[in-house]
C-alpha cells in the first residue's frame, strides 16, 4: 500500500520552469446532508497501523488523510483533484512569479482557540527544511522554496526564504515559477505547527483520545469551516491483518479501509464493498542505461519490445488497469499521451532482431538480470509477469528483487540497480512533477545529451505551449532511448460499506471524510 514513497538524500539542481495562473479561491461542493446526518461516527481503517501524527512524517494514502483530517495548510484539496485555499484566503504572485504573498483567514485557529499566524508556518517550515528532517516531502517543498535545498543539506549560511510579515501575511520566495504551486501548498508537510505545542490542530478535528489501537477523533469548534463538517467522530483503528479489518467492514464494525488482503478484492466487489479510484497512478518500467548489459541502447530496445501490456495485465492481479500509452494518469495537465508509448506491431520479432545485433542471439551469453520490484508488485503477479516475457520473447532471464519502499527508492536513487517498476502518482496534477519529484533521481539528463536539451528547453520554457512542447520531446527521447517504458494506468481500490456517500479519494490520491454522510440517517 506505500507505493512512490519518497526521497531526502540526493543533490539535485532546481528546474527553471513555467507556471500557474493566480490563484482564486474555490468553493468547496455544498454539502447536501440533512442536520441529521451529520452527527454519525464514521469508523476507519487507513493502513497497517495508525499512522505518524505529525503531519510532516505522513507518507500513504491513509497517513496523509489522516494528517488532513488535524492539520490544515494554506491550500487543500478541492474534492475533484483540484485545490482550494484553505488556512490561507487567498495569495499573490509577483510578475516573475517568484515571491507569494499569502493572506491567512482572520478565522483560521488552533483547537485552543488561538489564531493561527504565519509564525506558525515559518516555525513548521524551519522543522521540515532542517537538515535533522525526516519528513519523505522534505525534498519536494526544498526544491521549490528559496533555501530549501542548502538548508536541507546543512549548507553554512543557508536561510530559507519565507517569513512573516505581521502575523496574519506569509511571505515565500521561490526558486522558480512553480506550475503546482496549489498542489505545493496544500501537502500536510507544509501544514503549520505552533511552537511549543504538539498536540494542537488547526484542522477539522482535533484528538480526543489515543489508544493502542484506535484514534478518536471530535469535529472541531474552532475549525473555520466547520458547517460543512459531516461527521461528529472519526474513529481510525488498526488491525492485525488485512483479513481481520474485512470482517470488521461485514460485521458492520468497521465503515471503510484502506487495509484488506489484495486476494480478498473479488468478493468484495462482488459484495458491494470495493470502491475504485480514478487512475491516478501510471506503473513503468524505469531501465538504467548506465549499468552494463543495459548501456547498450540495443538491448534496452530488446528489452521494451519484448513487453506486450495486455498479456501483462492478464497474468497480473491488477484491478481497474490498463494498458498505458504515457507516463503520466489521464487527464494530468501539460502531458500528451502517447509521446513515451513504444511502437505497437511486430514487437517480438523486433526485440529479438534487437538483442541479435547486440550480440545476444536467442538471448545466448546474456547474463542474469534483477527486476527492483516493491512488495506489491510481486504480490499482484505484475513482477513475475515481465520476468516471464522476456524469457519466453527472448530467452533471457530476470529474477525479481523485493524491496520494500525505502530501500528500493533509494537503490534508484544511487543507480543500484538494473531494472525496476516505477510509479508516477497524479499527486500535484501537473506533468511536470514527473521530472521534478521522479525521474531526476535517476540522473537521466547526465546520461542522455538529447534528454539534457529537452530539459534545457523546458527550463527555458516562457509559455504553456513551449512547455508543453518540451514535455512532449522529453517523452519522446524516454521512448527512443528506452529509458521509460509506460506499462498501465491503475486504480487504487479501497473498501466502504455501501450505505456511506460523500467520501472521495480524487484523483491526486487524496481520501477526504469530511464530508461522509450515512445514506440510511437520511431516511
Given amino acids: 500500500m506505500k507505493r512512490g514513497t519518497r526521497r531526502l538524500a540526493a543533490a539535485l539542481l532546481s528546474l527553471v520552469l513555467f507556471a500557474l495562473a493566480g490563484c482564486a ?24 497501523d495508525l499512522g505518524p501524527l505529525d503531519p510532516q512524517l505522513a507518507l500513504d494514502t491513509g497517513e496523509l488523510a489522516l494528517s488532513r483530517l488535524l492539520y490544515e495548510g494554506l491550500m487543500r484539496p478541492d474534492g475533484a ?9 487567498s495569495y499573490r504572485l509577483s510578475e516573475d512569479g517568484r515571491t507569494c504573498t499569502l493572506t491567512l483567514r482572520r478565522d483560521a485557529l488552533w483547537s485552543d482557540g488561538v489564531p ?32 530549501g535545498e542548502a538548508s536541507l543539506y546543512g549548507e553554512e549560511g543557508a536561510a530559507l526564504g519565507v517569513r512573516a510579515l505581521d502575523d496574519k501575511t506569509l511571505e515565500v520566495r521561490l526558486t522558480a515559477r512553480c506550475p503546482y504551486l496549489d498542489a505545493l501548498l496544500a501537502l500536510p508537510a507544509l501544514a503549520p ?19 493502542a489501537d484506535v484514534l478518536r477523533l471530535r469535529r472541531s469548534p474552532t475549525y473555520w469551516d466547520r458547517e460543512s463538517v459531516l461527521p461528529e467522530e472519526i474513529a481510525v483503528r488498526a488491525y492485525a491483518s488485512g483479513e481481520e ?24 466487489q462482488e459484495e458491494g464493498f470495493a470502491r475504485l479510484s480514478p487512475e491516478d497512478c501510471v506503473l513503468y518500467l524505469d531501465l538504467n542505461a548506465a549499468a552494463p548489459p543495459l548501456d547498450d541502447p540495443l538491448v534496452r530496445q530488446a528489452l521494451a519490445l519484448a513487453l506486450d501490456a495486455d498479456a501483462l495485465l492478464g497474468a497480473a492481479d491488477l484491478p481497474g488497469a490498463r494498458a498505458a500509452d504515457s507516463l503520466y494518469p489521464p487527464g494530468i495537465a501539460g502531458a500528451e499521451a502517447g509521446a513515451a508509448a513504444m511502437p505497437s506491431g511486430g514487437r517480438a520479432a523486433q526485440a529479438q532482431a534487437a538483442l541479435a545485433e547486440a550480440g545476444y542471439p536467442g538471448g545466448e551469453g546474456f547474463p542474469e538480470l534483477e527486476l527492483l520490484a516493491l512488495p506489491e508488485d510481486v504480490e499482484s503477479g505484475l513482477a513475475e509477469a515481465l520476468c516471464t516475457q522476456w524469457r519466453e520473447v527472448l530467452g533471457v532471464r530476470v529474477h525479481a528483487a523485493e524491496r520494500d519502499a525505502a530501500a528500493a527508492a533509494q537503490a534508484r536513487m544511487d543507480g543500484a540497480f538494473s531494472l525496476a517498476i516505477g510509479s508516477f502518482f497524479n499527486a500535484y496534477g501537473d506533468a511536470q512533477a514527473l521530472w521534478d519529484m521522479d525521474l531526476r533521481l535517476s540522473g537521466l539528463a547526465l546520461e542522455s545529451e538529447a534528454l ?12 504553456e505551449s513551449a ?45 477526504l471524510l469530511c464530508r461522509a454522510r450515512r445514506a440510511d440517517a437520511q431516511e
Avoid: M
Wanted: charged share 20%; aromatic share 8%.
Fill in 25 to 48: 479561491p474555490k468553493a468547496l461542493p455544498e454539502a447536501s446532508a440533512p442536520a441529521e446526518a451529520a452527527g454519525a461516527a464514521l469508523t476507519v481503517c487507513l493502513g497497517e
Fill in 116 to 147: 493561527v499566524t504565519a509564525q506558525d508556518f515559518v516555525y513548521a517550515w524551519e522543522r521540515l527544511l532542517a537538515p535533522e528532517s525526516a519528513s519523505p516531502y522534505a525534498l519536494d517543498a526544498a526544491l521549490w522554496i528559496e533555501g
Fill in 467 to 511: 512547455r508543453r512542447a518540451a514535455l512532449r520531446r522529453a517523452d519522446e527521447v524516454l521512448a527512443q532511448e528506452a529509458r521509460c517504458v509506460p506499462l498501465c494506468a491503475t486504480q487504487r481500490a479501497w473498501l466502504c460499506r455501501p450505505e456511506w456517500e460523500g467520501v472521495a479519494l480524487t484523483p491526486a490520491g487524496d481520501l
Fill in 452 to 463: 539534457a536539451r529537452a530539459l534545457d528547453d523546458l527550463a527555458g520554457a516562457r509559455s
Fill in 193 to 211: 505547527r505552533r511552537s511549543g505545542a504538539d498536540a494542537l490542530y488547526n484542522g477539522p478535528y482535533g484528538l480526543e483520545a489515543a489508544e
Fill in 81 to 89: 483533484g483540484g485545490w482550494t485555499c484553505g488556512a490561507a484566503e
Fill in 245 to 268: 479489518a474485512v470482517r470488521a467492514l461485514r460485521a458492520g464494525e468497521l465503515d471503510l479501509s484502506l487495509f484488506y488482503p489484495a486476494g480478498a478484492l473479488p468478493a468484495l
